[in-house]
């Protein structure tokens, strides 16, 4: 009757050549369209039917089907032998959920396909923690968002993450839109968002004192909160790891080996081993990991998103989240984005919402930048010249615009988690929590005694010290101990050789300038790396023990430099090399300005 149904609208609509099938409990749709918004539309249109999935299988004429980019690493690192749970992903999610699971006394690896962690989507985002009143009502992404809301304050306290609650107000713009607040406090409570308020203009002056003056009020969210996406992925899996997950690094999952309903093997570029609960946690790629499974009973489509960057000395301007969204936006599938103040004092304008192919193509366009500039009417002292960098990210959204959290129907050592759009950040820790528990009961559905706690878990990382937090007299005090602490690596950020070192040394070690970047913001700044790349450069190739001609920006594949000109450039191993002949060092000459990779860092 449905599939009937949903039969007969493609026809009316002009699409009888479309294929149309049921399988399990999701809809696949078939064969070939004009455009790109032809398929989102028709994604959409089936979502809307009550199938638990749309698998939107769809052809766009001279689109290339998307394909995930791959380590060229291929060892046998993994190869013989066992875990109990191997976590594909090493993104924010798929960072909790080893974090979580490393409170039990089992085997866990995590497998990530790039070069470090948090590359993709859990660098390329503003670093709000929603306070969950956007999610639709009744969705498991608007649970999870407000339980995960909550976990945050003790996660950041464990964890050493820099987390602060700003709390997120939204602007009436005129009398018709202060007239919704009933509504909306409605949907607040309907959503167990914890605390809200009406501020009068009055009040929206007094605290925020360079708002618009057409500002007919707000609502204030004090629960949202705001902290580094790239920094608390990286400490969360350091933390996992220091209590003994096992992180495998450029270690691209091509296939699973099953048989009986179960997933025997893992097949991966550095090598096959078994595990007896799989946790599919790809972000992007779920949908092709699920397919591995023969359990592809959704689809995922990427929608692009732009933010611009302010510089350090706007943040005085601001001191909540804010938003000025228009009276449409409690139906759309976005939030609409806004001004997000940050911990480091920039300020994040956005980020827009477009549905384009490219599921890690992080490119901008100038219409999406002129786009932003509607969000700066919300605060009259911010524009544009205080812009000092922008970046691109995209997230993995199902046609049904919900989170998947699931054991798998179909077979059952696997777990899906998919779908982890906006506001996956703000929902990690309830996402990780979830995840667990359910690859603990696939565990013990397999026949083996149930998992113990670990005894010795412990959920304090030790963070490394960071100077702009210190007073001068323990700075002083520091820098007496070690001297490292003393010496300015980056100027803009003012981070010290020390913390460098502590970033190069840690349990999830930087090794490139990005992945630096990721840890201690050198090169974040408004020089874009112009001042201390060449030190950082020095320290990386010391640390590796190669030549610093060999440090790349984001990975293999990324050389920041071609070579060496002339004599004189101090280069670490070279100077350990300087007994034999010949081995003189030299400077280095540029491929290109190392710049700033704004999608990896993007505050």
Not at 30 to 52: I, M, N, Y
Not at 78 to 103: K, N, P, Q, T, Y
Not at 124 to 142: E, Q, S, V
Not at 325 to 333: A, E, H, I, N, V
Request: aromatic fraction near 6%; charged fraction near 25%; hydrophobic fraction near 45%.
């Amino acid at each position: 009757m449905r599939l009937a149904k949903l039969r007969r609208e493609l026809d009316g609509l002009g699409w009888r050549e479309l294929a149309l099938r049921e399988r399990a409990s999701s809809i696949v749709l078939e064969g070939s369209v004009p455009t790109w918004d032809d398929r989102v539309a028709l994604g959409k249109l089936a979502a809307r039917r009550g199938w638990k999935g749309v698998v939107n299988d769809l052809e766009v004429p001279g689109l290339a089907p998307d394909r995930p980019s791959l380590p060229a690493r291929r060892d046998g690192l993994l190869e013989g032998r066992a875990f109990d749970v191997a976590i594909i992903g090493g993104g924010v999610v798929g960072a909790a959920i080893a974090r979580e699971l490393a409170r039990f006394d089992i085997s866990v690896v995590v497998l990530e396909k790039e070069h470090d962690v948090a590359v993709h989507a859990s660098s390329r985002n503003d670093g709000m923690i929603h306070d969950g009143f956007a999610a639709k009502p009744g969705t498991l992404k608007a649970r999870l968002n407000v339980e995960g809301n909550r976990l945050w304050g003790e996660w950041a306290r464990e964890l050493a993450i820099d987390f602060s609650r700003p709390g997120s107000l939204i602007l009436f713009t005129n009398k018709a839109a202060a007239a919704l607040y009933p509504l909306l406090v409605a949907r607040a409570n309907e959503n167990h968002v914890d605390g809200h308020e009406y501020w009068s203009r009055a009040k929206v002056r007094a605290e925020e004192p360079y708002a618009a003056d057409e500002q007919r009020g707000g609502f204030f969210f004090p629960s949202a909160g705001v902290l580094s996406p790239y920094r608390a992925t990286v400490a969360i899996m350091e933390n996992a790891v220091a209590n003994g997950v096992e992180l495998a690094l450029e270690c691209a999952v091509e296939g699973f080996d099953t048989a009986d309903g179960r997933v025997e093997r893992v097949r991966t570029k550095r090598g096959n081993f078994r595990a007896a609960v799989v946790v599919n946690a790809a972000g992007a790629w779920a949908d092709l990991v699920a397919g591995y499974a023969n359990d592809r009973f959704f689809s995922l489509h990427p929608r692009r998103g732009t933010d611009l960057v302010l510089d350090v000395k706007a943040g005085r301007f601001i001191r909540h989240v804010t938003a000025m969204p228009s009276l449409d936006q409690l139906k759309s599938t976005t939030k609409g984005g806004g001004l997000i103040v940050t911990n480091e004092g920039n300020v994040i304008v956005g980020p827009t919402a477009r549905e384009l192919p490219g599921r890690e193509d992080y490119s901008t366009e100038p219409s999406e930048l002129r786009a932003l500039e509607r969000h700066f009417r919300a605060n009259k002292a911010l524009n544009l010249s205080q812009v000092i960098t922008y970046f691109a990210g995209t997230r993995a959204c199902t046609w049904e615009e919900d989170f998947i959290v699931e054991r798998s129907e179909a077979v059952r050592n696997l777990v899906h988690v998919a779908g982890i759009q906006s506001p996956g950040l703000a929902s990690a820790p309830a996402i990780g929590a979830l995840a667990a528990r359910l690859a603990v009961e696939a565990l013990a559905d397999s026949g083996r005694p149930a998992p113990k706690p670990r005894a010795r878990f412990d959920p304090v990382r030790k963070a490394p010290p960071e100077l702009r937090h210190l007073d001068l007299e323990t700075r002083a005090a520091l820098v007496a101990r070690n001297p490292d602490y003393g010496r300015v690596v980056c100027r803009c950020e003012a981070v010290s050789e020390g913390e460098v070192r502590d970033a190069l040394a840690s349990p999830v070690p930087a090794t490139s300038l990005d992945a630096l970047k990721r840890r201690t913001r050198v090169g974040a700044g408004r020089c874009h790396g112009g001042f201390c790349t060449p030190r950082a450069m020095e320290l990386l190739a010391e640390k590796l023990g190669v030549d610093a001609a060999e440090v790349t920006r984001k990975g293999p594949g990324s050389a920041v430099v071609v070579g060496r000109t002339k004599e004189g450039w101090p280069d670490p191993a070279a100077a350990a090399r300087a007994a034999a002949p010949g081995a003189a060092a030299a400077p280095i000459a540029t491929a290109s300005a190392p710049g700033s990779d704004a999608a990896g860092d993007p505050s």
